[in-house]
Nanobody, 118 residues
Framework: QVQLVESGGGLVQPGGSLRLSCAASGFTRSVYDMSWYRQAPGKERELVATITSGGGSANYADSVKGRFTISRDIAKNTLYLQMNSLKSDDTAVYYC???????????WGQGTQVTVSS
């Protein structure tokens, strides 16, 4: 059974930093890619960043380019999102996603709350 467990969220002041982690387990098929999404109150879930299975390529939403970095430790089966220069607009629940197998079936974590406020 695939499990994705996020951690690292919390309350941070504008301009601050947080690092989110997503511990993954239970994969029986190859991971195609892994991503971070976020959903703010009253808004649709949006893609923040994606990294390929080998970690060789990453893509970011324009709103986070230059501030967020996605990375993956394959040995630890853990996905990370380093978030710097945080803004109030970054406040959201952040979700870990993994697309697996030929069908690219999506698995989701339960989410972790990030609140940027003074």
């Amino acid at each position: 059974q695939v499990q994705l467990v996020e951690s690292g969220g919390g309350l941070v002041q504008p301009g601050g930093s947080l690092r989110l982690s997503c511990a993954a387990s239970g994969f029986t098929r190859s991971v195609y890619d892994m991503s971070w999404y976020r959903q703010a109150p009253g808004k649709e879930r949006e893609l923040v960043a994606t990294i390929t299975s080998g970690g060789g390529s990453a893509n970011y939403a324009d709103s986070v380019k230059g501030r967020f970095t996605i990375s993956r430790d394959i040995a630890k089966n853990t996905l990370y999102l380093q978030m710097n220069s945080l803004k109030s607009d970054d406040t959201a629940v952040y979700y870990c996603n993994a697309r697996v197998g030929v069908s690219r079936y999506s698995y989701w974590g339960q989410g972790t709350q990030v609140t940027v406020s003074s």
